[in-house]
């Protein structure tokens, strides 16, 4: 598993593109357009139809990007029931997988089911979800992921309303231990990203952004700039 502990120090962002906006009938050649231009991660968003109204990937489409590409694959399930699928995903190569607060009752005994998996667990919370559901998680989770729009599709406006929520995890985090990353997820460009990382977000996924650039590697840098990180 590509080790993303070493780029977690309190200074480094990671820049995680999302390849919904890539090309589907290309993943594996996307996947090393993004290495190539200096992804730390890559953020896979798997879609249900059900949790959220629309359809993507799935676990053999992780497999296929997997083979393609040594980078860490950050598998976002926007799915119900995501237990029954954790087995699969981790077959196919997940170094991290997130599940959604709102989409199972088994939420703890899924982060924990992931874990020990020996990869990382994540936890998202739509916009709508109360910020006082979040601290519980916080040492139950290698990162959290606070969505800045609401899941299901790329390219929608970034909700500005989520910055406090980003602000009060962080200064949570600032208190415990060995704290989860805190991961933004939607709206994300070179405007929002400063305002993300300075309320202390440490993961910023980008999907339209990233992909409309003409220079992908140009604006993998941008990205970085705008939280003054280079
Ligand atoms: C939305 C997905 C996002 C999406 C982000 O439900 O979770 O990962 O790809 O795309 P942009 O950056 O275009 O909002
Ligand atoms: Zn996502």
Redesign the pocket.
Known sequence: MPEQGGLLSKKRIIIEP?I??GDFGALAAESVRLECAGADAL?I?IMDGHF?PNLTLGHQAVAAINRATKLFLDV?L?IYNPYDYIERFVASGADRITIHFEATEQVAETLQYIRRCGIQAGIAFCPETSWEMIPKYLSQADLILIMT?N??????PFMMEMVEKIEMTERLCRQIKNPPLIQV????DDQTASLCCRAGANVL?????LFKAKEMKEAIEVLRASCGLN
């Open positions: 999302s919904l906006s953020h968003d959220v976002h926007m729009v899941p299901g599709f790329g390219g929608q997820d939607g709206g994300i996924v980008s999907g339209n952004y």
